[in-house]
């Protein structure tokens, strides 16, 4: 038994694999069910390992699929909010947020504005409809 064949197990599949003196993997899992059946596999196996981080793709995705984000749109709108962007006064500019992504301040701007109406137009009308409000007595 080996360590391939606890990572084929656990339907893992390997986004990295390098050595210098030791080995250093990546690996991606379709579940926590399926790291933990890889994880018994190398304790059953006395194979021996070191887990830097282990961290769930889907925190990132699945906000970004619940308002239809693009991927280029939620890190746009986490990273003005990380940075401050949106606080009163402002903590960084669009032209400091546009640096780190390497693109102009304009492409940057439409991204925040074109994720911010997603997000809007379903927190604020899930139906979707511009014209659909609910009135509420």
């Given at each position: 038994m080996d360590l391939i064949e606890g990572i084929s197990t656990a339907d893992g599949v390997v986004l990295e694999a390098r050595?210098?003196?030791?080995?250093?993997?990546?690996?991606?899992?379709?579940?926590?069910d399926n790291l933990s059946t890889f994880h018994s596999y190398t304790v059953e196996h006395d194979i021996t390992l070191h887990i830097d981080r282990t961290y769930p793709l889907t925190e990132a995705n699945g906000v970004a699929h619940r308002f239809d984000l693009s991927q280029e749109q939620y890190e746009a709108l986490l990273l003005a909010f990380q940075d401050?962007?949106?606080?009163?006064?402002?903590?960084?500019?669009?032209?400091?947020?546009?640096?780190?992504?390497?693109?102009?301040?304009?492409?940057?701007?439409?991204?925040?504005?074109?994720?911010?109406?997603?997000?809007?137009?379903?927190?604020?009308?899930?139906?979707?409809?511009?014209?659909?409000?609910?009135?509420?007595?």
């Open positions: 050595s210098h003196t030791d080995w250093t993997f990546r690996l991606r899992f379709p579940d926590h401050g962007y949106f606080e009163t006064p402002s903590e960084t500019s669009l032209d400091e947020l546009a640096d780190e992504f390497a693109i102009s301040r304009q492409a940057l701007s439409n991204r925040i504005r074109r994720g911010n109406e997603k997000i809007l137009r379903k927190v604020l009308l899930p139906s979707g409809g511009r014209d659909d409000w609910l009135l509420q007595f």
